[in-house]
Each structure stands twice: as C-alpha cells, then as structure tokens.
C-alpha cells in the first residue's frame, strides 16, 4: 500500500496562480487548464499510489482550492481520497468553526497551513487556536517546511526556531512538515527525533533528490518520515523512480510508504 501525504487537484484559479509560475517554470511544464478528477486518479495509478491527502488551499485573497471543492472531488473516488482541509488564518474564530466543519461534517483527515502565503510563521498568535483544536478534534496539523519554490520568503520555513516551539507549546499536536525542510533538513530531522508528535514528509522532492541526511533517517527503524508528491507539479510515478535504489530494510520502507501516514491520518479518531 502508498499513502500520498501531501496532494492537491487543482482548480484553474490555483494552477494558473502567478505565484506557482516559478515552480511550472522549473519543472518545464505549463499549468494545465484544467483536469478532471479521473486524470488524478490514472496518474496515482501509474505511481502505485492508494490513497492520497488531497487538501484546500486558502490564502490572504481567498480560498484557491476550497474546503467544499475538495469535499466535492473526495466525493468522486472516497476509498481513494481523503480530505485536508484550509482556512482563513486571519479570522481565528470563523477558522476554527470551519476546521470543525471539515472534520466532523465533511470528514477530513486534517489542516494543512501554508506559512509563506501569509508571511506568518507558526508561532504567530493567530495559529494558537487552530492548534488547540486540532487537537481537541484528534487531526495533525500540516504545514510547509524549507525554502520555497513559489517566488516568496523562506523564513517562516525553518524547523527551528518555529516548529520546536509549536511541538514544545503543544506537546499533543500532531505535526507533520512537508517538503522534506531544505536547506534546514537537518533542523527538521532533528525536530523529528525530539518530538514524538513531529513527522516529515517529503513532498515536492523526488527520491533522487532526497538530502543525505534525509536517507539516513529512513533507515532508522523508528523514521517518522512518510511519502508525499505535491501533485500535479510531481506525478507519483516520477516521484518514487529511484526508491528501491535506497536499499531501505523492509520495516523502514512500509513505514515510509504507507505505515506513518496511516497511522497519523487514517486510523486516528476522536
């Protein structure tokens, strides 16, 4: 089984959003128009992909990706898909009672922050109450970890200060940072390994371009590491080309694929 920890399907206004022109440019793509739900689901498919975290998007101007698109889109395929949803930081309590929605109306497995769409890292008041819901709902928070690709600043990126701080003030918060935390992968892993609550997962990154440091903990047999794409900028198929040249020890490889993303995502229930 693969567990795909960090996806989207697209709307129009998110794949032609001027904001993600850097990363289409570096891939050597162009935005598609549009695409229906079944190319998502041939391209996992292709990839050997099970299941997928297809999650909302919203930001400063509004939701690119909505939590009841996304609703519609899990509604198309729901033994394939799960939903993360996204709110409005700004409004903390309007966010609050629509991460509840999403959880207990709409079945989703989670809240996925991007940090760098509202220039605020996740110490910032305004994620506190989320953070406490979450875990009064018993769903991980999910945010971005790294450099970014789209052309905005980095900062709120690093592991640390930021992320410690938040397992530290949170200690029953499930967090899961995405995009493996390059250039500060070693920050990121070494968050891992303190906080037993913390998970990596490495979307955005193809397995030939894992950092050193990265494969070495997949070898540890209590990694807390879990696959992700970033779909559609990387197709599963491309993403996991390579995997078995790592020559990870069965154990460590299940939990990788499907292991620590089941157990953060699917299995848990409040």
């Known amino acids: 089984m693969i567990v795909d920890a960090w996806m989207q399907h697209g709307t129009p206004r998110f794949l032609r959003h001027e904001m993600l022109a850097s990363l289409w440019r570096w891939i050597g793509r162009q935005p598609p128009e549009d695409s229906p739900v079944e190319d998502t689901l041939r391209a996992m498919d292709a990839g050997g992909v099970d299941v997928a975290l297809m999650s909302a998007w919203y930001g400063p101007e509004g939701d690119l990706v909505s939590n ?13 898909f799960a939903g993360i949803a996204s709110v409005d930081l700004r409004r903390p309590m309007e966010a609050v009672r629509e991460l509840r929605r999403c959880v207990r109306d709409l079945g989703f497995r989670g809240l996925r922050v991007v ?25 991980p928070f999910c945010t971005q970890v790294g450099h970014t ?40 892993v070494a968050v891992c390994r303190k906080h037993p609550n913390v998970y990596i997962d490495t ?13 070495r903990y997949l070898n540890d047999p209590r990694h807390k590491v879990m696959f992700g794409t970033n779909y559609p900028m990387i197709a599963p198929e491309r993403a996991l080309r390579g995997l078995d040249a790592l020559d990870l020890p069965d154990e460590q490889k299940q939990a990788f694929l499907s292991g620590n993303a089941t157990r953060v995502f699917l299995e848990r229930t409040k």
């Open 203 to 215: 979307s955005a990154y193809t397995v030939r371009r894992y950092p050193p440091e990265l494969v």
């Open 68 to 80: 009841d698109e996304v609703a519609d889109f899990v509604a198309v395929a729901p033994d394939r």
């Open 115 to 139: 940090p760098w769409l509202w220039e605020r890292p996740p110490t910032d008041r305004l994620y506190y109450p989320l953070y406490a819901e979450c875990v009064e709902l018993g769903v």
């Open 149 to 188: 690709g789209p052309l905005r600043p980095s900062e709120t990126g690093r592991p640390i200060p930021y992320l410690d701080q938040v397992a530290l003030d949170f200690p029953e918060l499930v967090i899961v940072g995405g995009h493996i935390g390059y250039p500060w992968t070693e920050e990121m």
